[in-house]
Every structure is written in structure tokens, then in C-alpha cells.
């Protein structure tokens, strides 16, 4: 097929790439003298009468989209019926072009990684997910530095197209199991793709091959995610955890998003997680699948603290009036004996006055809360620094205990999570690790402070609550200077 001379006001300099839903230009934009890459779409897609409103909606969501690394788009419009938009030109190639030269040190791997995290962040943040996260699709300056291009793309066409042989929507070899399935995605479907992304700059290649495209979606969605240690059997082991989680089948298994990978990747690269959070533009982490939190006014918190104030000087009140009106005939309590009861909003606060009598009993030598698993599995230097990995229960919490030592989730599944911890050669390290019983606010009022409620005993067990279902890990990293 000939190469078009112009579209639009752009002056077409030569062909960059061409894809079964598009081709891709080099141009020249005269209005700004400066090179441009055109996306130009297939004429067919106009057939289809709701295409051309959804074309301009989804690209000026795409357009909105501004960030670091996100290769910005300048303009959209159709030629003689053809639509096509405008993108910054990357002249350093893209990531499929640096893996055919080999396979990429970990180091570097990271490094990618951790800004194309950022940039995928933002888009998800905004609503909008990529769909065909590819190397071909992660494109370089000429300083070197990675961007996303395409982001949408394979939404715009996914209405035109139908699941079966080349009509896949997305690209087969890096897609996820729900996305081949033709379910709803959300971000953790570019997860998964940013995890194949992993795979191959680590190793050289694809995760799955198969003789037909079809074959390969296949393999997505019943095999295992293959083990990168047997290719690679120097690398650090806790990569094969934190790639077989991301490219879990269960999305529910894997990073939450795209942030949580870079992490993972940059603690084993580098020995810390980088400064990295899921936030938005104004610095407010954001935490998946969480309660919203309500941000409040500065007039309402101001109006919180006044009703405070005045809510504690009208307790105080109360108790001296009482001390006055009943010190002859009431006996005096100690102050170890004393609880009081938070007011709820609807309610007056009050003042109940109880003896010890009122707690539970002592539970026997033989009660105890459920510990959850922790032991230390390896132990190696990398790059001159100590790193051990460390098996705990899937639902289990984890907290270092000793200052200069930093533990980070390398991989999760449904059996155990990894930690890959590191710090200071020799260095002594303690790490908590629990799964605290869940108590309500009666329960603990059941018991003493130095000691936590068993429902299913009904009695006290001598333990503080901060301490119940937890286990203490006692680690010497290795000297490796």
C-alpha cells in the first residue's frame, strides 16, 4: 500500500510501523515545526455509526491524560473519512527494539518499571486503562528515557472486532486471562501485562508460545506462569515470586496495582522500594478497595474540635459536680477500677463505674490465640547487599521491628506471602508477624489492658492485644563486603 504524501496539515515522511488495527507515520507538522507520529485507523471503523462519537470521546480522555511518561497527544481528526490522532514523536525506538538486543540486567528492568508504573498509575487513577500494555507500546527519547503510547486504542476498537484468531482484541502475548475471556477488566489487567513486560526484558523472551495467536490466549488462561529461575537461575529467587503474582490468574492475587509491582521490583534491585505511593496529583495516597475516606472543610474540622472542647469541659463538670454532691455517701474507687464509656452522637456521655469483678475470667495455660506461619527460607548477597526472604501466612500482617532493617511483599498467593528484607550486613533483625483475632470494642472491655479476649473461650488471655495471634522472627542477615 502506497504511503499517503499528507493527512490533515501533516506532511507524511515515511511509515514507522503497521499493526492489524493501525499504522503508525512519521510525520512533519508545519503549524509548529516539529516532527510528529501519526496513528492512522482503519476506514472501516467509520462504519459502524456510533464509532465516530466514541472516537472523539475515548481520545480526548486519552489526550487528557498528562504525565511524565505518557507520550502526549497533540491532535485528532479524520482524513477524507480515515481517523487518525497526533502524538510527540519518540525518536530512541521502543522496548520491543532494546529486548531484541537481550535480555535486560534487573537494575535497568526496575528502572523501566518504575516509570511506567507512575504513568500507568496516573491513567488508572483517571479511569482509564490501557488494554494492550506491550513493549511495542513503551517507547524512548532520545535521552533514553521510557513512555506509553496507545493508551485506549484497543477500546476503541474492541466493538469492531470479534474474539476469534487475528480479531483478538488487545495482543494475545500479553494479555490477561480475563480480558481473553472477554469479562470485565480493571487495572490489574495492566498489571498482568506489565508483569509479561517483566518476564520478557528479564529473560529475552515471551512467557507463552504457541502456533496461532488463539493458542497463545490459551495459555493465559490455563497454565502456570512459567519459573524465570529456570532460565535464569542466578537471578534474585524472590523475582519469580513477584512475576508469578503479578501474572496470577485470580486478578484478586495480584498487586493491587501497578505501584505495588514497581515496589517489589526495586526492592530486589536496589535493597528499598523507591519513593513510590498510588496517590493523586495532590499527594493523598489512595489505597484500593478501601473505605473512602471524607476530606473535610476547614470550617467543619474547626467546628469538630470546638464540639470536642466543649463536650470535654462538660465531663469535667459533671464529674466534680458529682464528687461534691456524693463524696459523703459513695465509697471511692480506685482509679484502675474506673472505666469510661466514649459518648456516641446520639447519646449523652455518662460515666460507668465498675470493679474488676466485671472482666471475664482468666483463661487456662492451654488457651491461645492461632499463630500464623513465619520462617526464614534463604538467605544471599546481591550486589554487595544482604537479602533473606522470609514464608508467612497469606493473611498475615508484618512489622520490622528493628530501625535500620526494611521488609517488602516480593510475592503473594494463596499458600504464603514473601517478604524480601534486607538491611546492614550482620545485622540482628526482628520482624512481628500477625493475624490479630478480630475483637469488637465490647470484647476488649472484657479484659485488662495486658490482657485480649477470647470468644471462642470466653475468657481473658494474658497477652496485650497489640501482641495476640503475633510471632516475633529473629534474623541475622549475611556479611557480604
Known amino acids: 500500500m502506497a504511503i499517503p504524501e499528507q493527512i490533515g496539515r501533516y506532511i507524511i515522511k515515511s511509515e514507522l510501523g503497521r499493526g492489524g488495527m493501525a499504522t503508525v507515520y512519521r510525520a512533519f507538522d508545519?503549524?509548529?515545526?516539529?516532527?510528529?507520529?501519526?496513528?492512522?485507523?482503519?476506514?472501516?471503523?467509520?462504519?459502524?455509526?456510533?464509532?465516530?462519537?466514541?472516537?472523539?470521546?475515548?481520545?480526548?480522555?486519552?489526550?487528557?491524560?498528562?504525565?511524565?511518561?505518557?507520550?502526549?497527544?497533540?491532535?485528532?481528526?479524520?482524513d477524507n473519512g480515515q481517523p487518525y490522532f497526533v502524538m510527540r514523536f519518540m525518536n530512541g525506538g521502543s522496548l520491543t527494539?532494546?529486548?531484541?538486543?537481550?535480555?535486560?540486567?534487573?537494575?535497568?528492568?526496575?528502572?523501566?518499571?518504575?516509570?511506567?508504573?507512575?504513568?500507568?498509575?496516573?491513567a488508572h487513577r483517571k479511569g482509564v486503562i490501557h488494554r494492550d500494555l506491550k513493549p511495542d507500546n513503551i517507547l524512548f527519547d532520545?535521552?533514553?528515557?521510557?513512555?506509553?503510547?496507545?493508551?485506549?486504542?484497543a477500546k476503541l476498537t474492541e466493538s469492531t472486532s470479534n474474539l476469534t484468531g487475528s480479531g483478538v482484541i488487545g495482543t494475545p502475548a500479553y494479555m490477561s486471562p480475563e480480558q481473553a475471556q472477554g469479562v470485565d477488566i480493571d487495572l490489574r489487567s495492566d498489571v498482568y501485562g506489565l508483569g509479561v513486560i517483566v518476564y520478557q526484558m528479564l529473560s529475552g523472551h515471551q512467557p507463552y508460545s504457541a502456533d496461532t495467536p488463539m493458542g497463545v490466549v490459551v495459555k493465559h488462561i490455563t497454565e502456570p506462569v512459567p519459573e524465570i529461575l529456570k532460565i535464569l537461575p542466578t537471578l534474585p529467587h524472590e523475582v519469580d515470586a513477584i512475576i508469578k503474582t503479578a501474572m496470577a490468574k485470580d486478578k484478586n492475587q495480584r498487586y493491587p496495582n501497578t505501584i505495588e509491582l514497581a515496589k517489589a521490583?526495586?526492592?530486589?534491585?536496589?535493597?528499598?522500594?523507591?519513593?513510590?505511593?498510588?496517590?493523586?496529583?495532590?499527594?493523598?495516597?489512595?489505597?484500593?478497595?478501601?473505605?473512602?475516606?471524607?476530606?473535610?472543610s476547614r470550617g467543619q474540622t474547626t467546628g469538630l474540635v470546638v464540639v470536642g472542647v466543649v463536650l470535654l469541659l462538660?465531663?469535667?463538670?459533671?464529674?466534680?459536680?458529682?464528687?461534691?454532691?456524693?463524696?459523703?455517701?459513695?465509697?471511692?474507687?480506685?482509679?484502675t477500677?474506673?472505666?469510661?464509656?466514649?459518648?456516641?452522637?446520639?447519646?449523652?456521655?455518662?460515666?460507668?463505674?465498675?470493679?474488676?469483678?466485671?472482666?471475664?475470667?482468666?483463661?487456662?495455660?492451654?488457651?491461645?490465640?492461632?499463630?500464623?506461619?513465619?520462617?526464614?527460607?534463604?538467605?544471599?548477597?546481591?550486589?554487595?547487599?544482604?537479602?533473606?526472604?522470609?514464608?508467612?501466612?497469606?493473611?498475615?500482617?508484618?512489622?520490622v521491628l528493628t530501625a535500620e532493617g526494611k521488609c517488602t511483599v516480593a510475592g503473594k498467593d494463596n499458600e504464603k506471602q514473601v517478604l524480601s528484607c534486607t538491611g546492614p550486613d550482620f545485622l540482628e533483625m526482628q520482624i512481628q508477624v500477625c493475624t490479630p483475632p478480630k475483637l469488637t470494642n465490647a470484647d476488649l472491655a472484657q479484659c485488662s489492658a495486658d490482657s485480649t479476649f477470647n470468644a471462642e473461650n470466653s475468657c481473658c488471655v494474658a497477652v496485650p492485644p497489640s501482641e495476640a495471634g503475633c510471632v516475633v522472627v529473629d534474623i541475622k542477615l549475611k556479611g557480604c563486603n
Open 314 to 335: 462538660a465531663i469535667a463538670g459533671f464529674l466534680l459536680l458529682r464528687n461534691q454532691l456524693f463524696a459523703s455517701n459513695e465509697p471511692t474507687v480506685a482509679p
Open 265 to 296: 521490583l526495586n526492592m530486589v534491585a536496589f535493597g528499598n522500594p523507591g519513593d513510590l505511593t498510588f496517590s493523586t496529583n495532590s499527594g493523598i495516597t489512595t489505597r484500593l478497595k478501601s473505605t473512602p475516606t471524607t476530606q473535610l
Open 337 to 399: 477500677a474506673v472505666i469510661e464509656v466514649a459518648a456516641s452522637p446520639t447519646e449523652a456521655p455518662t460515666l460507668d463505674t465498675v470493679t474488676e469483678s466485671a472482666f471475664a475470667p482468666a483463661c487456662s495455660a492451654s488457651v491461645a490465640f492461632p499463630l500464623p506461619e513465619a520462617k526464614e527460607t534463604n538467605a544471599q548477597c546481591q550486589q554487595k547487599f544482604p537479602y533473606t526472604s522470609v514464608a508467612i501466612s497469606p493473611d498475615a500482617e508484618f512489622k
Open 142 to 153: 532520545d535521552a533514553g528515557e521510557p513512555f506509553i503510547s496507545d493508551f485506549g486504542v
Open 30 to 78: 508545519p503549524s509548529f515545526d516539529r516532527e510528529v507520529a501519526i496513528k492512522v485507523l482503519p476506514r472501516e471503523m467509520l462504519h459502524d455509526p456510533q464509532f465516530r462519537s466514541r472516537f472523539e470521546r475515548e481520545i480526548k480522555m486519552i489526550a487528557s491524560l498528562e504525565h511524565p511518561s505518557i507520550v502526549p497527544v497533540y491532535d485528532v481528526g479524520d
Open 97 to 122: 527494539d532494546v529486548i531484541e538486543k537481550g535480555s535486560i540486567p534487573i537494575k535497568d528492568t526496575a528502572r523501566t518499571v518504575e516509570r511506567i508504573a507512575q504513568g500507568l498509575a496516573h
